[in-house]
């Protein structure tokens, strides 16, 4: 490390030292032996600023090669970091990844999310209070969020034959077949 002396910068706060101490023994406010005490005290912690002016270089951590396993496991582990606030709540990076993975499991079963007309087909796939939160820009809770991916998981990947890449118009919900109520016997059936 070179220390070399800063002779201007000790010169220059000497010379303003000494003028400002004059100055003050002049006008009577300090006697002459403290101002020259006040100069040397100005001159010593000059100097000692002149001598500390280099910097030594900041040390850095040093360099730790990770290796990078097989899996996502390096994933999982990022995603568990950056889940949730220091208030407890989702971050928004997860709602938009869930919300994402939310539109592409519903385009999957046939529905275009962004079909304001589709809405009741996604409320049925999804259920109406979980559509009702996606939709919501309130920073979800993490109960909130298992249930949104307990409705991505309960609806499952695309049915046999359809994909992503193909979507087909939903299918409608079959009207439950009327089946006629079981009749009681009174009691005088039952005596015959």
Do not use: Y
């Amino acid at each position: 490390m070179n220390r070399n002396w800063n002779w201007q910068r000790l010169t220059a706060i000497t010379v303003t030292a000494a003028v400002v101490a004059a100055g003050l023994a002049f006008w009577q406010v300090i006697d002459p032996w403290h101002a020259a005490a006040a100069v040397a005290v100005t001159l010593a912690l000059a100097a000692l600023w002149s001598r500390t002016e280099d910097k030594a270089a900041d040390p850095e951590w040093p360099h730790v090669v990770t290796e990078a396993r097989a899996g996502g496991r390096h994933d999982v582990s990022d995603l568990s970091w950056s889940t949730f606030t220091r208030d407890g709540r989702v971050t928004e990076r997860v709602v938009r990844r869930v919300r994402a993975l939310a539109a592409d499991r519903v385009r999957a079963h046939g529905v275009d999310p962004a079909d304001p007309a589709a809405v009741p087909d996604v409320e049925r796939l999804l259920g109406a209070q979980v559509v009702r939160q996606l939709s919501s820009r309130q920073a979800p809770t993490a109960r909130t969020l298992q249930s949104w991916l307990d409705a991505i998981e309960r609806l499952g990947a695309a049915p046999a034959g359809r994909s992503a890449a193909t979507p087909i118009a939903p299918t409608p919900i079959a009207p439950t077949p009327t089946v006629p109520a079981p009749t009681v016997p009174t009691h005088e059936e039952n005596r015959a």
